[in-house]
């Protein structure tokens, strides 16, 4: 069954939200000791790239200037290569990549909600 593409792209910022949240204020090395919070991220994460998955291909055609198979791909990684995920690497996604991605997908929601 093919999921409403409002609720995918309200998935993911939600996601962003929570990371947002889990990381205000907080420096590299406040969120590396962070064990909970770092958790909460890299699940966050996974949650953006589950949901990439199930986007219509027009959205990923329209928006290029996002790494969509990057998107995807840090998914598994983090499921299944999750005792070699950097701490650092995930902080530089979300101190560089989500501000980006969360441009597009409010405004992709925006088009979305206007059934345009």
Known sequence: MERDVLAV???IVGAIEAIREATRGKTFEEFR???VERLA???AIEIISEAARRLPI???ARNPEIEWRKVKAIGNVLRHEYH???DKVIWDVVQYEL???ERTIRSEFELASRGT
Do not use: P, T
């Open 9 to 11: 792209l309200e998935e």
């Open 33 to 35: 000791k962070a064990r």
């Open 41 to 43: 991220v890299e699940r």
């Open 58 to 60: 027009d959205i990923l």
């Open 84 to 86: 070699r995920v950097s």
């Open 99 to 101: 501000d980006e991605l």
